[in-house]
């Protein structure tokens, strides 16, 4: 898939894609759909988790412990690159 999903990106039509990786065009198109719908559902739950807070939520940590406890409960989500956002807008 991200070989598909890389040569969409640059450019290439799913006959071509097909050709370079030995696939059926079919199966590039079948690919590039299910990575569509892939990305269309992973926006939906960050626009989700984003009206929740998201990653704000994650910077409190009211819990008692101590500092090294309260620093390994703690967990460091990135923030979402654009970069997936452009890679969806193009499959699209």
């Known amino acids: 898939?991200?070989?598909i999903l890389k040569l969409k990106i640059q450019g290439d039509t799913a006959y071509r894609i097909?050709?370079?990786l030995n696939l059926d065009p079919p199966?590039?198109?079948r690919t590039l759909e299910f990575a569509?719908?892939?990305f269309e559902e992973a926006n939906?739950?960050?626009e989700e988790l984003k009206r929740l807070g998201w990653p704000e939520i994650l910077k409190t940590d009211t819990s008692t412990g101590s500092?090294?406890?309260k620093?390994?409960?703690t967990t460091q989500i990135p923030e979402v690159p654009a970069r997936s956002e452009m890679i969806a807008i193009k499959l699209g």
Do not use: D, H, L, P
Request: glycine content about 0%; overall charge positive; aromatic content about 10%.
């Open 36 to 38: 569509k719908a892939n």
């Open 67 to 69: 500092r090294a406890e």
């Open 44 to 46: 939906r739950m960050i």
């Open 1 to 3: 898939m991200f070989q």
């Open 27 to 29: 199966q590039v198109y």
């Open 71 to 73: 620093k390994r409960r």
């Open 18 to 20: 097909a050709r370079k």
